[in-house]
């Protein structure tokens, strides 16, 4: 299994960026993904999730902190998972992973990346 996240960097606050996740190893198109996020000096935030069926697009979950302002996709013809981030705040900055389950379960299966850093900051 291999998880590889890109697309961060710094942005200032209302900014946007996309996030990116390469998958390979397992069969990503049967396989719910979430995002999940690390501020400085706390735990593990779960970000987002996004099920295996329903086409690319999947359905869709958030956490109350992102809802309206990110949106995760993905295109199992490239065994990408991708996150939208719009009006990000600086509360949003934290590394991000990418990891394989659902909201309830990522934790348990114990497979994501090595994340991408974001930084929203003026």
């Known amino acids: 299994v291999q998880l590889v996240e890109s697309g961060g960097g710094l942005v200032q606050p209302g900014g946007s960026l996309r996030l990116s996740c390469a998958a390979s190893?397992?069969?990503?198109?049967?396989?719910?993904m979430s995002w999940v996020r690390q501020a400085p000096g706390k735990g593990f935030e779960w970000v987002s999730d996004?099920?295996?069926?329903?086409?690319?697009?999947?359905?869709?979950g958030y956490a109350d902190s992102v809802k309206g302002r990110f949106t995760t996709s993905r295109d199992n013809a490239k065994n990408t998972l991708y996150l939208q981030m719009n009006s990000l705040k600086p509360e949003d900055t934290a590394v991000y992973y990418c990891a394989i389950g659902a909201s309830s379960t990522w934790r348990s299966r114990g497979s994501w990346g090595q994340g991408t850093q974001v930084t929203v900051s003026s």
């Open positions: 190893g397992f069969t990503f198109s049967s396989a719910s």
């Open positions: 996004i099920s295996s069926g329903g086409g690319s697009t999947g359905y869709a």
